[in-house]
């Protein structure tokens, strides 16, 4: 069973690069369709992203700030999200998407917060 | 993009009551929906794929329906462990689509 977990820095500066690293157990990072979702506190879920092979397809809202990338060395992928303001302020979840196209298994989530 | 709208937004129901949350989309999607079940603090669980497939492990008493732009999540008898939110997802097209969430709570 493949596991999921979400690391990164909890706090962020308003124009400054968020930055999170998810790490899969349990498999390869060279299958699947790995993706990332969050959740403002309080709000909905919303669709980031994902990575597939070399292949990245962007929510258009979030696509210029942007950027998926895999580190098959570790087993890793990671979300970059550029120019981030109080409204990137979210949980933020990894996920397989899976190739039908529902989200199973997620990681626990990592709340990011912006403010300086 | 494809809208999900769920109702109700909010639900207080009794143990044991039949709970039916309803997802509209703002264009059809076939069968290309998914519930979750999140609970508080928690990631969102997988529930059930294309409209009706119950997920290994999901109790019985959890059933999907619906087809095109109507769908619906039904609990026949409502359990202590199922107060949480649910959300719909789309999975005809991407952007990959969330419902607003329904929250279930106690009476």
């Known amino acids: 069973q493949v596991q999921l977990q979400e690391s990164g820095p909890g706090l962020v500066k308003p124009s400054e690069t968020l930055s999170l690293t998810c790490t899969v157990s349990?498999?390869?990072?060279?299958?699947?369709?790995w993706s990332w979702v969050r959740q403002p506190p309080g709000k909905g879920l919303e669709w980031i992203g994902y990575?597939?092979?070399?292949?990245?397809h962007y929510n258009p809202s979030l696509k210029s700030r942007v950027t998926i990338s895999t580190d098959t060395s570790k087993n890793q992928f990671s979300l970059k999200m550029r120019s981030v303001t109080a409204a990137d302020t979210a949980l933020y979840y990894c996920?397989?998407?899976?190739?039908?196209?529902?989200?199973?298994?997620w990681g626990q989530g990592t709340l990011v917060i912006v403010s300086s | 993009d494809i809208q999900l709208t769920q109702s109700p937004s909010f639900l207080s129901a009794s143990l044991g009551d039949r709970v039916t949350i309803t997802c509209r989309a703002s264009q059809g999607i076939s069968s290309y929906l998914a519930w979750y079940q999140q609970k508080l603090g928690k990631a969102p669980k997988l529930l059930i794929d294309?409209?009706?497939t119950l997920q290994s492990g999901v109790p019985s008493r959890f059933s999907g329906s619906g087809s095109g732009t109507e769908f619906t999540l039904t609990i026949s008898s409502l359990q202590p462990e199922d107060f949480a939110t649910y959300y719909c997802q789309q999975f005809n097209s991407y952007p990959r689509t969330f419902g607003q969430g329904t929250k279930v709570e106690i009476k």
């Open positions: 294309a409209a009706s």
């Open positions: 996920a397989i998407e899976a190739t039908r196209g529902w989200f199973d298994p």
């Open positions: 990575i597939h092979d070399s292949d990245t």
């Open positions: 349990g498999g390869s990072i060279s299958n699947y369709y």
